[in-house]
């Protein structure tokens, strides 16, 4: 008789039934959405918006609710020295959006990149730190570059209904955005090549990470601007981080359990939804001069900052597999 679990780690990742639940959970959702956005007309922009919401409520937001732990479990540090550092950056960012807004969206873009290309290859042994954090940036830059160019009606719409947002964007800037994709892209695949040649990593993990990008694309090209990140951000990127943080506790703390670790994640993720709720009513109700959407990127850009830098501690720290 065969054994079935070596048949199983023979497989294709996207065949195997041990791959990553965010993986499968990707998968599950892309291939359930794509028809009903194409067949079905219930899927409006209101009906996104409630469902992105909800989604990045709870798994988004709560990816980050447990800094302040998992920081202190990786260093000796004191919880004012934490707070005060992470409340610190925060402050330094807003102030920074004040006074130079172009320079900081374009900072909270090169920081989204970097940070989504580690969380995706932070398990692979790459020594040279420079090379390493190309490899993140150009992954990262594809995946980012890709969403605004297959969705440049729905941008330059958005754009239309919020004027603060035109210096960010413009129909000339998409042809920039189409080369910073295509520059990216090509980069990633070079610096595979690379990696494969020098033997740095395997030709296997190189094709998985090369058809999950693919996938990726996939689902931004496929989907409403809006569903298509929220499909991404909540399933690969903030299930697999939570997924990560819950392991390294269950190392750090005893009898550690799912309830725990969701008490753990529910003071910070209610204070943030509840904080940013507050702020768009302000905007909506033209207190603060500045649209809810600019808004938005502005609070998640100051919330980016620190965490980003609190998960590069993580992970520079975490075991590599």
Not at 77 to 91: A, C, E, R, T, W
Not at 175 to 181: A, D, E, Q, T
Not at 241 to 259: I, M, N, P, R, Y
Request: charged share 10%; aromatic share 16%; hydrophobic share 55%.
């Amino acid at each position: 008789m065969k054994n079935r679990r070596g048949v199983l780690k023979k497989m294709p990742l996207f065949l195997n039934t041990n791959m990553p639940k965010s993986t499968l959970m990707f998968l599950t959702l892309l291939v359930s959405l794509v028809p009903i956005v194409y067949y079905t007309e219930w899927l409006t922009f209101d009906v996104q918006l409630l469902i992105s919401g909800v989604a990045i409520s709870l798994f988004g937001i709560p990816h980050g609710a447990i800094d302040h732990i998992i920081f202190q479990k990786k260093n000796e540090v004191k919880s004012s020295d934490f707070y005060f550092y992470y409340l610190g950056l925060m402050l330094a960012y807003l102030i920074l959006w004040l006074v130079f807004p172009r320079i900081s969206m374009l900072a909270f873009m090169l920081l989204s990149a970097f940070h989504f290309g580690q969380s995706q290859f932070y398990t692979y042994t790459i020594q040279n730190k420079i090379l390493k954090s190309f490899v993140y940036f150009s992954w990262g830059t594809a995946l980012l570059s890709s969403l605004i160019i297959f969705n440049t009606a729905e941008i330059l719409d958005i754009a239309k209904q919020n004027p603060d947002l035109s210096i960010f964007i413009s129909e000339t800037s998409i042809y920039l955005y189409c080369l910073i994709f295509i520059v990216s892209i090509f980069s990633f695949l070079a610096l595979s090549i690379f990696l494969v040649i020098f033997k740095t990593l395997l030709m296997k993990a190189i094709v998985k990470e090369t058809l999950m990008l693919s996938l990726i694309l996939v689902n931004f090209y496929c989907l409403p601007l809006l569903l298509g990140f929220t499909v991404y951000f909540c399933t690969l990127h903030s299930m697999q981080v939570l997924s990560d943080e819950f392991d390294f506790l269950k190392e750090k703390l005893k009898g550690f359990s799912t309830f725990y670790f969701i008490k753990l994640l529910f003071p910070y993720s209610i204070i943030s939804v509840l904080g940013i709720l507050f702020l768009m009513g302000m905007s909506l109700l033209k207190i603060f001069p500045i649209s809810a959407t600019l808004l938005v990127f502005i609070v998640v850009s100051i919330l980016t900052l620190p965490h980003s830098i609190v998960m590069d501690n993580f992970y520079s720290k975490k075991k590599e597999h």
